[in-house]
Structures are given as structure tokens and as C-alpha cells.
């Protein structure tokens, strides 16, 4: 079964700074990542996806992460954070084993980005 | 292009009752998947609809349970209510195919046991 672990749940840091929300995933097969974000009261939105191709996805608002096969990791990183950033990261693998499987999200990690 | 619909927005329920919770679509896509997001938790799998029929279920008992319209619109029905299933309900859509399109998030059915 697929898993997501985010290990930090909270990130803070200062405006312009670069950040970074860590990712790692387990799967059987190949990982399909995924990145949303959630604003308070909100549903989660898209920011960015890895299928296969290249290791470093380009998203919204700037985001981009880092596929590591060695390390089953996907961070999302930033490199100038801005205080509109601030909000709740949620990081989700689907295995493509066969068919279609439900994409499963980590626990989320709260970015706090100070002015 | 309408986005994801979910409602009610918000609702209070007591001890032993039902709920039913809807959902339409984003415009063009066929499958339907609900998630339970407790407070402070990551949203938690219950089932996905695919030409009306559950697909997928996660680990949710059988109190839990759904259905899809022909027009791809969907229901969650959650029976006997117990305070833990206070949570936010979210509904995503997306295509069947391909499997490696994301979902589409509506903005939640927050839901209140007392």
C-alpha cells in the first residue's frame, strides 16, 4: 500500500527566504506525486504533479519540486517566499501499480512565512 | 468552466441521525472521489464513483456510502453519526482516464456531530 510522510508540521520562514516541505513517499510501483495546497476554510487546490520526465517540476505561484527516486522524496521548494505562501502543504503519491488507485495524502505541513 | 460544487457549506447534526452531502463535477470530468479531513489531519480516502458504480473504497465502515448520478453528479449518505465523524467532507473530481490527471477539490461540507 502507498504511504506519504511529511515529516515537519510546521515550516516557518522569513519573507524572501527560500523554503522547502519535505516529502517522502512509499509504493510498489511507480509513484504518481502530487502537491496541493489548502488555505484556512478552503478545499485544496494543484500546485504541481510528477508523472514521469524530468526530476524537477515547475508549478503555481512560483513552486517547484524535486523528484528523488533514491531517496523516495519530492520536496516542494520555493525560492523567494512570499507571506501569501503561508498556508497548509499537502503532499499525495498514487502507485500505478495497475488501474486506478486512490491517491493518498500525507498530514500536511504548515508554512508560516514571516514579514 | 464551473469548478467543483459541494454542499451544504455547513451543517450540524446530532448523535444517531444522517446526513447527505452533494457534489457536482467540474464541467467534462467522470469520476467522483470523496475525502474525510479531520481537524488537523490529511484528507482521508472513503470512495470513489465511476459510471455510477463505487470503485474504490477505502477504510470506512459501511455507514458510509454513496452514489453517482448519470450526470457524474454524487451523494455521500453518512448514517448513525458519531461525534468522530465531525470532519470536513471533500469532494474531488477528475477523468478516469488518464490516471495521471490530478484532482479537482470542491471547498468542502464541513460537518458538526454534537
Known amino acids: 500500500a502507498q504511504s506519504v510522510a511529511q515529516p515537519e508540521d510546521q515550516v516557518n520562514v522569513a519573507e524572501g527566504n527560500p523554503l522547502t516541505v519535505k516529502c517522502t513517499y512509499s509504493?510498489?510501483?511507480?509513484?504518481?506525486l502530487f502537491w496541493y495546497v489548502q488555505y484556512p476554510n478552503r478545499g485544496l487546490q494543484f500546485l504541481l504533479k510528477?508523472?514521469?520526465?524530468?526530476?524537477l517540476v515547475k508549478g503555481s505561484y512560483g513552486f517547484e519540486a524535486e523528484f528523488n527516486k533514491s531517496q523516495t522524496s519530492f520536496h516542494l521548494k520555493k525560492p523567494s517566499a512570499l507571506v501569501s505562501d503561508s498556508a497548509l502543504y499537502f503532499c499525495?503519491?498514487?502507485?500505478?501499480?495497475?488501474?486506478?488507485?486512490?491517491?493518498?495524502f500525507g498530514k500536511g505541513t504548515r508554512l508560516s512565512v514571516i514579514a | 468552466d464551473a469548478g467543483v460544487t459541494q454542499s451544504p457549506t455547513h451543517l450540524i447534526k446530532t448523535r444517531g441521525q444522517q446526513v447527505t452531502l452533494r457534489c457536482s463535477p467540474k464541467?467534462?470530468?467522470?469520476?467522483v472521489s470523496w475525502y474525510q479531513q479531520a481537524l488537523g489531519q490529511g484528507p482521508q480516502f472513503i470512495f470513489q464513483?465511476?459510471?455510477?458504480?463505487?470503485?474504490q473504497r477505502g477504510n470506512f465502515p459501511d455507514r458510509f456510502s454513496g452514489h453517482q448520478f448519470p450526470n457524474y453528479s454524487s451523494e455521500l449518505n453518512v448514517n448513525a453519526l458519531l461525534l468522530g465523524d465531525s470532519a470536513l467532507y471533500l469532494c474531488?473530481?477528475?477523468?478516469?482516464?488518464?490516471?495521471?490527471?490530478?484532482?479537482?477539490f470542491g471547498e468542502g461540507s464541513r460537518l458538526t456531530v454534537l
Open positions: 510528477y508523472i514521469t520526465g524530468d526530476n
Open positions: 509504493v510498489s510501483g511507480n509513484p504518481y
Open positions: 474531488a473530481s477528475s477523468l478516469r482516464a488518464p490516471n495521471t490527471g490530478e484532482l479537482f
Open positions: 464541467s467534462g470530468h467522470d469520476t
Open positions: 499525495a503519491v498514487r502507485d500505478y501499480v495497475s488501474g486506478n488507485t486512490p491517491l493518498v
Open positions: 464513483y465511476y459510471e455510477e458504480e463505487e470503485r
